[in-house]
Structure formats: C-alpha cells, structure tokens
C-alpha cells in the first residue's frame, strides 16, 4: 500500500447526522463495523453499545446531533466516538453520569454506561450552548491529542487531512488543506503527508520543502507543520492554515507564510515559541473560522483535546468546505 493510501485508510472519519431514529442504527453498524475490523470482537461490542446510547442522546435530549466516528493511533489501535450536539446543555454533568439520572423518562443509564464501556471518556456541556462526549475504546494513546476531519457534504474525498507522530523527543504534527475539495484536493493533501512521514523528526521548514516538491504534480494547497519538543514550538505554514498557542488568559497566533504549496518558489521560513506549561496547540483549516476564542474559557481548556476540536468545530465550522481541527496538549 502506498503512503497516500495508507493515510487516506488510517485518517478516515465517518460524520453521521442524528436526526431520526432510523440513524441511530445506522451509526450503531457503522461503528460496529469499523472496529470489528480494527479491534476485538468483545471491544466493538462496546463500541456499539455506545454508538447506540450516545446517537439515541442526541435525539432525545438535544433533538439531533451529529456522531463522528474514527480510527486513531498508528494501528488504528483505538476506535473514537465523538457526538456533538446545539442543545440545551447540561447544568449539571456529574448527576447526569450518575446511573438511574435522567431528565427523559430513560432507565437514565446511557451517560453512565458509555463512561464505564470506554477506556477514555470525557464530557462537556453548557446551558445554551449544547454538549459534546467523547468516548475511546481501545488503547491508550502516548500522545494527548483530539481531531476533527469532515469532509464537505457531498464529496467522497476530503481535501483536507492531518498526520500526528509522537516521538522519544516529542511530537510532530501536520495539517494540510489542499486546494478546493474533492478528490484532486485529497491528492495533494496525500502527497503532503508522504513527505512529512518520510521523516516526521525533521524541522517543520524541511518537511514543507519536501512537500512543495511532491505536491507539484497535484494542484497544490496549503499545510502548517508544528515540531514540539518540550516547551519549545518550531512552526512552519504556508498558505491559510491557522495554528495556535493558548493557555487561560493567553492566545498567541503562529505565522505562516501567504503562498500555495506545490508552486511555492520563496525560501520556507520557520518560527521558534515557547510553549507556557499547559498550554495547547490548535491547526486547523480555513473550514473552520479563525474568530474562536478559548483562552478566558477555562472549562474547555481543561477538556479533553478531542473535546475542544469537537466545539471549534461545531461553533466555528463555516459549513461549506471540509473542516479540519487538530488540538494537542
């Protein structure tokens, strides 16, 4: 299998709206399947389960949702489920958990069960802005991390994607976004990646070198690359991909260049931060609006990274082309 299609299998994520019944059974099979062939048969029985409750959730308390379901890890060694929702939040989330709790004449143990099914599991909510879980099941990845890749409606292929190696030093991260969308923007944004794993420990300024080269028989597109290594940050990005540093109280952007990788004719430059203890990197693609603000949000900013993607996107995602939100603490 080549690099590009080995990325395109590993990064896939499934966005299943919620807004019939008739859709929680498919969501339930559809994350079945999927980890039936990635993990146990005892693990994807879990992962139906709480495919099943967290879809039935979305109808009942938030009438609708979305359910994203994807694989993560190097061997897709762990199967996540994160369901989004614009509801009327929760204003207490602890009795939520609480099994025999519920506000819809339920047995009241969905929450409950899918906290003790999963081997990670997180959750937050907040009146008038809606709740959004995340459960894993699987491993533990070495890495603290969350991602949203959809793909625009009405497209295969998405022209977006992501690639995070973790390392003995640290860890890399990719995000490329190439141009338009579809399949041809899913080829360069492929062809970026073959150039980042060929050696994800190289500075971010040579991986985009690499990259304008392979993605110059493609139509090009756009791609930060992030290198950390304890407290430091090197940064490097052309085009309108958006990175940031953000602790409580602090938001610093990172630079990128203006440019379309695949012609990109000037000299990559790359940019050094320190990175404050706790602080998380946010990249994300132009799908998603760069006007979001975390850093006086100090109950986000203690969630899980997958949950903070999962709100960027589902308060900044414009709608209209594929989105792309990697958040690492």
Known sequence: M???LETRVRNIQQRHVID?????GEARRAAHTLANFELTAEVAGKVAIAATELANNLLRHAGGGELLIQTLGSD????ELLAIDRGRGMTNVAQCLVDG????????????????????????????????VMARFGAVLPAQYGAVNV???????????????????????????????????????????SAFKSQTTSAPQDILVRANARMSKTRGGAAACARIVGERVSYAGVGNISGALVSLGKSQGLVSTNGTLGIYQRRMQQFEYTREPGAILVMHSDGVSARWDL????????????????VLYRDHGRGRDDATVVVVR
């Open 295 to 310: 850093k006086n949000r100090p109950d986000l900013l203690h969630c899980h990274p997958a949950i903070i993607a999962a």
């Open 151 to 193: 793909t625009v409606e009405g497209e295969m292929d998405c022209g977006d994607t992501w690639w995070l190696t973790p390392d003995a030093e640290g860890l890399s991260l990719l995000v490329v976004d190439g141009l338009g969308h579809g399949t041809f923007a899913a080829e360069a944004a492929h062809a970026a990646v």
């Open 76 to 79: 897709n060694e762990v199967i």
């Open 20 to 24: 019939d019944a008739s859709k929680v």
């Open 2 to 4: 080549d690099a590009a």
């Open 101 to 132: 709790y519920s506000t819809a004449g339920t047995p009241g143990t969905g929450l409950g069960a899918v906290k003790r099914l999963a081997s990670d599991f997180d959750i937050h909510s907040a009146p008038g802005e809606g709740t959004v």
